[in-house]
């Protein structure tokens, strides 16, 4: 018992004596030491964003989500991410025009049309660039009356007045009432000129005239239709 106790006492000291031993004589072995340092990547190149010439990245366009629950429904929106709307247009209107207007220059030309046929507006035909005769009459009267007014639009027409070129009157404004003329009749010969001064703002010189004895007898009602500046009309009146 004795030579058991010895040797587990022997063999504890000699192992304690062992790691004392290894622990002072242990040196840690340092980190080796690199004579280059690591080469850097370089970084991708990356376009220049304030250079125009740069080449730009195609950026897919954002749709505008669906929130319809019939998929065949789409909402069409013009603030579409990377799609521009087409600014080009054959159409002549603006965007704020009125849809009407496409109509009122037809309806202005039906219109004018109409007050034509109607004899309430004149229209821009050919003149008449010549003199016009409105008959050859005989009286015993000692004067004429003469009336005159424009039978269609009152649109500036204007009358000269004169007898074997004596002026009877030098103007007068054609309007939709009658307006008279007193012309004496010489003996024999008498020509009575009507002379167109302009033309209206709608057409030819046009006018009615009815032409009465001393007595108040209709001796002729005439007109003459779209008679051009410069030109007469005409009237031969013997006196007997």
């Known amino acids: 018992m004795k030579h058991i106790l010895f040797f587990i006492l022997f063999f504890t000291a000699a192992t304690v004596s062992a790691q004392t031993e290894f622990s002072t004589k242990f040196k840690s072995i340092p980190a080796p030491k690199f004579g280059a340092k690591p080469k850097k990547m370089p970084a991708p190149d990356m376009p220049d964003l304030n250079d125009p010439a740069a080449p730009t990245a195609e950026i897919p366009s954002i749709k505008t989500p669906n929130v319809y629950d019939n998929t065949n429904l789409t909402t069409k929106s013009k603030f579409q991410v990377g799609e521009e709307k087409s600014k080009f247009t054959m159409s002549t209107e603006t965007e704020f025009a009125n849809p009407g207007d496409r109509y009122i220059a037809k309806m202005e030309k039906d219109l004018d ?43 500036g027409d204007l009358v000269k007045v004169s007898n074997n070129d004596k002026v009877i009157r030098d103007q007068i404004f054609l309007d939709s009432n009658f307006k008279d003329v007193k012309i004496d009749l010489a003996n024999g010969f008498n020509k009575l000129d009507f002379e167109a001064l302009n033309i209206g703002s709608l057409g030819g010189n046009t006018a009615e005239i009815q032409v009465f004895d001393d007595k108040g007898q209709l001796v002729t009602n005439d007109y003459w239709d779209n008679l051009a500046a410069g030109f007469k009309a005409s009237i031969v009146v013997t006196k007997e």
């Not at 004149?122 to 004067?143: A, M, P, W």
């Not at 009336?147 to 639009?153: C, I, L, P, S, V």
Request: glycine fraction near 12%.
């Open 113 to 155: 049309k109409a007050l034509k046929d109607a004899g309430l507006r004149e229209g821009r035909g050919t003149l008449v660039k010549k003199n016009i005769s409105l008959g050859d009459f005989k009286t015993k009267s000692q004067y004429f009356i003469v009336k005159f007014r424009d039978f269609g639009a009152i649109d």
